[in-house]
């Protein structure tokens, strides 16, 4: 039985996650194909005007994978972390979404306090658009006889009554995320970690065996599995890099030859990564001989202790992380460690960016060269890389004078 | 230490009539004006939404016009709300503002500063907690009466045929109520309201269309942000009804564990459409759309600011709702760049749109439509 992962919002974090625990569970996960003009423009048709750009490219998705899966996953994150929230938007992501697929049952990953699930179930009755009112109408090629509209149960089969299956896919899960924020706390990207990580699968046996010895630091695996053990990263990233150990593992450099400027980028996960979303930055600043370095790549630790003395704690997960990576960037910076600029990338009319996004201009822009970036449907390829190669020159030229 | 706090409707009445009777200078902000309009917009964020431009721009109106002090209250989150004054006093610090900031976080967020800000407001009376009841109950009575004249002032304004007049008298009474410092003469005001009210309302009116009003509770509240939307219906000949009001703010939020019937009410109502809560005011508006659905309501606007997230979340479930229950729904997003002709126009095609329903309804119900709904007739 097909069940569809949407390619967007928290995927960047949990997707891994996601697949396991499928997989664990007996159930064949389908990603969606990386957004697409065909995905976000089914997403901006069927979504609220004024809803920011991740959930309208999320309900996109959506509409896509019912095409041909049986279920679909959706999270509902109330929060990943304690007393925090990820954004009210993903609380009622499961809503919105439901109501627009009339015939495609949604599995509800509902979480707080943590991203593994609480609960994990689908609401009753089908969706309220009636047939001929379904922003798809052919959407119901792959809808299989035996699902309807019931609860876990008739989802996963047996999931919820064998409680030892369940707890194998969470273990799964867990697993799962735990070597892939390894990876990416190594300084990969999500699609290279999710990449590797892929790779590894097939051999746990291994990469248990490895992980208990600790003097294999150099080796991949055992390393993603050793830093991935949840904040387990004992070494600092720029530490690394500045010691010249694993350059090439501190951002990834693909055509650049001279060492390049480091950028720090800081923004919620499904603006840095959706490379069709923002237009391809990353590729654009590697393109230019960047590393790149984003808050998934810091351990949390620091982050956390760059935010001590904050008034008030920041109650939403992406937006701490923003401000605390933009924190540490410009400690880099000042210590001549090699961040040259940063680049906040934010969705139009995202509610909390509007805020966090304010109190980081406020403290970086005096500080380090400084670019805000704000993304929606009609972000344009040309304008932003002008923006970005102007960017590039003020980051490179302050280098240069010695200012930073 | 002049104090000042930020301003949402008739809210300045019984805030001030408590500092004032705890023994404080209170300076409130000015009424919303254009120069409110363009300080918020020129000092705030874009994306923030309107209540953070504005009340942003009252602290900066206070400020000028000499207080030294803001209080205002906090939150938990999802909502933007309780992270406000961070923000603010982050960017009025940067314009060169000097106040002090006490944050009323609800206990479990910041209950030191929930603390360091109640030690303030009553150090004058510290050894007395007579007095400090006093001034609590003071100040809830003129918010209960503020908020029953407002339902009453909403629902004989379209039956009232001098309408100045009816607004005159309603201005009259404001003003009453926020000199007034008697509590048992505070019912004796009210009464006069009611029955002045009442004289010039026109019972032999026929059944009048009931709208309701859901939303974002300042964008709902301050008239000076929404164009004064209540009062353009009631001119119009229509009845506003809403939940949303101070009284029920405080009971649902400060005063959760004494009335857990808001949430429950909000809860049952919402749960088959809206499955967790989001923030905000997003699972009552769902809620009341379902009781105005439920109760055969005419008409619901929806009024929210612009970038919004909670209500996002509910608008975009309130397609369905006004499909399964046939009921109208106008959502009204408004921000610095809104109009009031804009909005009128809206509102009057609303208004036509809802005449013209009832009439086809009562058509298809034959002579019987009158009788469909006996209690709304005035």
Redesign the interface.
């Known amino acids: 039985m097909k069940v569809g992962i949407p390619r967007a919002l928290l995927y960047y974090w949990y997707g891994p996650a996601w697949k396991a625990f499928l997989s664990a569970a007996g159930l064949e996960p389908v990603v969606s194909p990386p957004t697409n003009k065909a995905i976000m423009t089914a997403g901006l048709k069927a979504a609220v005007d004024e809803i920011c750009l991740p959930v309208k490219v999320f309900i996109g998705h959506c509409l896509e994978l019912q095409k041909n899966c049986d279920a679909i996953l959706v999270p509902r994150l109330t929060s990943v972390a304690r007393k925090e929230y990820t954004c009210p938007k993903f609380m009622g992501l499961p809503d919105m979404v439901r109501r627009l697929l009339p015939r495609t049952p949604v599995l509800i990953w509902e979480s707080a306090g943590s991203f593994l699930p609480q609960r994990l179930w689908t609401p009753p009755g089908p969706g309220l658009l009636s047939e001929e009112e379904s922003p798809d109408p052919a959407g119901q090629a792959g809808t299989a006889g035996g699902i309807t509209n019931g609860n876990a149960r008739e989802i996963i089969p047996g999931i919820t009554r064998g409680r030892g299956r369940m707890k194998k896919a969470l273990a799964a899960a867990g697993k799962a995320h735990a070597i892939y924020t390894g990876l990416l706390r190594r300084g990969y990207l999500p699609e290279e970690a999710m990449a590797i990580a892929d790779g590894l699968r097939g051999r746990p046996a291994g990469l248990r065996q490895k992980t208990k010895s600790p003097a294999t630091g150099q080796d991949l695996p055992d390393t993603g599995a050793r830093v991935g053990a949840h904040g387990e990263a004992k070494q600092d990233l720029i530490g690394l890099y500045g010691q010249g150990v694993k350059p090439d593992r501190v951002g990834v450099q693909r055509h650049g030859t001279k060492p390049g400027r480091v950028i720090g980028l800081v923004g919620h996960p499904y603006c840095l990564y959706d490379s069709f979303v923002n237009t391809g930055i990353l590729r654009f600043l590697q393109e230019e001989g960047c590393r790149l370095l984003t808050p998934e790549m810091l351990p949390e630790e620091k982050i956390n202790a760059a935010l001590k003395g904050l008034p008030k704690a920041i109650y939403w997960t992406m937006g701490r992380l923003a401000l605390g990576a933009s924190r540490l960037f410009r400690a880099y910076a000042r210590e001549q460690a090699g961040v040259d600029g940063l680049i906040h990338v934010a969705a139009f009319a995202c509610g909390p960016e509007a805020l966090i996004g304010e109190l980081i201009k406020r403290e970086c822009s005096r500080e380090i060269p400084y670019l805000q970036i704000y993304l929606d449907e009609h972000t344009g390829e040309a304008g932003l890389h002008t923006r970005l190669e102007a960017f590039l020159d003020l980051a490179g030229g302050k280098e240069r004078a010695g200012c930073v | 230490m002049r104090l000042t706090f930020p301003r949402m409707g008739q809210i300045d009445i019984p805030v001030k009539t408590l500092f004032t009777e705890l023994g404080h200078e209170v300076v409130a902000p000015p009424p919303v004006t254009k120069r409110t309009f363009d300080l918020g917009v020129k000092y705030a964020?874009?994306?923030?939404?309107l209540p953070?431009k504005m009340t942003l721009a009252n602290y900066i109106e206070a400020i000028e016009k000499g207080a030294e002090a803001v209080v205002t209250f906090?939150g938990?989150?999802?909502?933007?709300f309780?992270?406000?004054?961070?923000?603010q006093?982050?960017?009025l610090h940067?314009l060169g503002y000097d106040f002090e900031l006490f944050?009323l976080?609800p206990p479990g967020?910041?209950t030191r500063?929930l603390l360091r800000g109640l030690r303030f407001l009553f150090r004058e009376n510290l050894k007395a907690p007579g007095r400090i009841w006093q001034a609590f109950r003071l100040a809830w009575a003129k918010a209960v009466f503020l908020d029953r004249a407002n339902q009453l002032y909403r629902r004989l304004l379209p039956r009232v045929a001098q309408k100045k007049a009816a607004e005159m008298e309603y201005r009259k009474f404001l003003r009453v109520m926020a000199a007034e410092r008697d509590l048992s003469r505070l019912e004796l005001v009210y009464t006069a309201l009611a029955h002045n009210l009442e004289n010039l309302a026109r019972l032999e009116t026929g059944r009048v269309l009931r709208v309701k009003i859901v939303g974002e509770i300042y964008m709902i509240l301050e008239s000076g942000v929404n164009f004064d939307t209540e009062n353009i219906l009631g001119q119009m000949g229509v009845e506003v009804i809403r939940s949303v009001s101070m009284t029920h703010w405080v009971e649902a939020n400060l005063l959760k564990a004494l009335f857990p019937g808001h949430r429950r009410r909000t809860g049952l109502l919402s749960t088959?459409?809206?499955?967790?809560?989001?923030?905000?005011h997003?699972r009552e508006t769902i809620a009341e759309t379902v009781d105005a659905g439920i109760n055969r309501v005419d008409g619901v606007v929806q009024i929210l600011p612009?970038?919004?997230?909670?209500e996002?979340?509910?608008?975009?479930?309130l397609p369905?709702l006004s499909?399964?229950f046939n009921l109208p729904v106008l959502s009204l997003?408004l921000d610095e760049h809104s109009g009031a002709a804009g909005v009128m126009t809206r509102l009057e095609a609303f208004v036509d749109l809802l005449r013209e329903k009832r009439e086809k309804d009562m058509a298809k119900a034959g002579v019987g439509g009158e009788a469909r709904n006996p209690t709304g007739s005035g």
Request: glycine share 12%; hydrophobic share 40%; net charge negative.
């Open positions: 964020p874009e994306f923030a939404c953070f906090g938990a989150g999802p909502c933007r309780g992270y406000f004054a961070q923000v006093r982050r960017i940067d944050l976080d967020a910041e500063e088959p459409h809206l499955t967790s809560f989001v923030g905000g997003g612009f970038t919004c997230m909670p996002l979340v509910a608008q975009s479930i369905d499909r399964r997003v």
